[in-house]
């Protein structure tokens, strides 16, 4: 099968301190002292994946496990501390809903505005508008301001875009919890017709159930590190064991 992402031994280290706390002047002082301390940590610990055509990757842990971070260094945001990232295909990413929209422009610049910032012309965007706004069923809001919307309109345009760009890997970070049930059940729908199309999907979301309904393989990280990745199915009944009793399986 064609690879379209792959991740090996991926690190991503933040070092924090107390300068952030104190003064120029104090943080001389504790240097010259030698009391001023530097802590490391790693958001992503070692972590190995791959993607191939047609797949559709869950990712699944708590809270501060490391999943967003990873998404960041998969879509080239962020730079890897180590390892090293290749990705064969156009990216569409929808990490942060509100990012790349303007509260002041309308709904219908606002989808202009997210298409140039993909890469596609005005005159693709004319061509696919109509499609974009029939699927978020938001036309009796396309001349409101982007700030008057709600959380669920904007992650509704912001997910018909995305999907409707056709991109070749599509990135999604919790956004199709987002909405009432028809519109979740239209976007996963959505998703399939993707992955039918040869495209890969990256899903992150604490729906245990939605992973097992669209993913072929899941990733499994806790606190930075890789607990397991493989099949959809006994990983997730390995995870849904784990937030019973805390406690992590071994792997071999």
Known sequence: MESIIEVKN??????TGDLRNIGFKEFVMKKLTRKYHVEEFYAVNDVSFTVEKGDMLGIIGTNGAGKSTLLKVVTQIMKPSKGSVKVNGKIAALLELASGFDGELNLK???????????YTREFMDKKYPEILEFSELKEFEQRPFKQLSSGMKSRIAFAIASMLEPEILIL?????????????????????IIKNGKAT???????DQVRRMCNKVLWLDHGKQVAFGETAPLCDAYAEFLQTKKLPEFH
């Open 10 to 15: 991926v690190s991503v280290k933040y070092i």
């Open 173 to 193: 970070d919790e956004v199709l919890s987002v909405g009432d049930g028809a519109f979740r059940k239209k976007s996963e729908e959505k998703m399939r017709e």
């Open 202 to 208: 990256i899903l992150v979301s604490h729906s245990l």
């Open 109 to 119: 610049e606002n989808a202009y505005l997210r298409g140039a910032m993909l890469g």
